[in-house]
C-alpha cells in the first residue's frame, strides 16, 4: 500500500518496479521537460506542475491524447507564507523558486488557470524542509485551504486531490 514521492523521473519508474501502483507514485521535479511531462502521463503517475510552461506543454500533450481516465495532475502553489532558520530550505517566500505564488495581486491569475484547465485537478503546497517551523506548515495549509475553496467556487468537484509536501525538521545529533 505505500507510494512513492519522487523529485526525478527516474525515482518514479524505480517505484514503479519495487511494484508500488502509478496513481501511487507522486512526480513532482521542479524543472521537468517536455519529454518527462509526457512519459510522466503515460505512466499514469499523479504529477505536480510547477509553472505555466509546464501547464502549456501538458495542455498540448492532452489535446492529442484520449483518456478514459484523466490524469492525476497537480499545481504546486507557493502560499506564501515565509521562510525558516535555513534560506536555502524555505520554498514560501516571495523570492522563491518553485511554484506560482498566491499573493493578492495574482489569486485571479491563478484561479483563471484552473478554470481554463479542466484538467487540472489538483493542487500542491510545499513550504520547505528543514529549519521550517510548524506554525508555517500550519499557515500554509490554512492558504492553500481558503483558495480551494475559491477554486470550488468556479469549479466545482474539479480539484480531487490535495498535496501538503514539505519536511518536519530533525535534529540529525
Known amino acids: 500500500g505505500l507510494g512513492g514521492e519522487c523529485a526525478s523521473l527516474q525515482e518514479a519508474k524505480h517505484c514503479l518496479s519495487l511494484g508500488m501502483p502509478s496513481r501511487k507514485i507522486i512526480f513532482d521535479s521542479p524543472v521537468k521537460t ?14 505536480n506542475l510547477d509553472n505555466e510552461r509546464e501547464i502549456g ?8 491524447k484520449n483518456f ?15 521562510g525558516g532558520q535555513i534560506s536555502a530550505m524555505s520554498t514560501a517566500t516571495k523570492l522563491s523558486k518553485f511554484g ?8 485571479e491569475r491563478l484561479l483563471e488557470i484552473y478554470v481554463n ?11 520547505g524542509s ?17 483558495f480551494i475553496k475559491d477554486i470550488e467556487a ?16 530533525t535534529s540529525y545529533t
Not at 34 to 47: R, T
Request: include cysteine; charge should be negative; glycine fraction near 10%.
Open 57 to 64: 506543454q501538458v495542455k498540448e500533450y492532452l489535446a492529442i
Open 34 to 47: 517536455q519529454l518527462e511531462l509526457k512519459e510522466a502521463i503515460d505512466l499514469d503517475f499523479h504529477m
Open 154 to 169: 468556479r469549479c466545482p468537484g474539479q480539484i480531487k486531490v490535495v498535496d501538503i509536501g514539505g519536511g518536519l525538521s
Open 130 to 146: 528543514q529549519g521550517v517551523p510548524i506554525d508555517k506548515f500550519v499557515s500554509g495549509t490554512k492558504v492553500l485551504l481558503d
Open 117 to 127: 484547465n479542466p484538467w487540472l485537478n489538483g493542487i500542491h503546497i510545499h513550504v
Open 68 to 82: 478514459d481516465t484523466p490524469p492525476s495532475i497537480g499545481l504546486r502553489i507557493n502560499p506564501v507564507v515565509g
Open 100 to 107: 506560482i505564488p498566491l499573493m493578492e495581486e495574482s489569486r
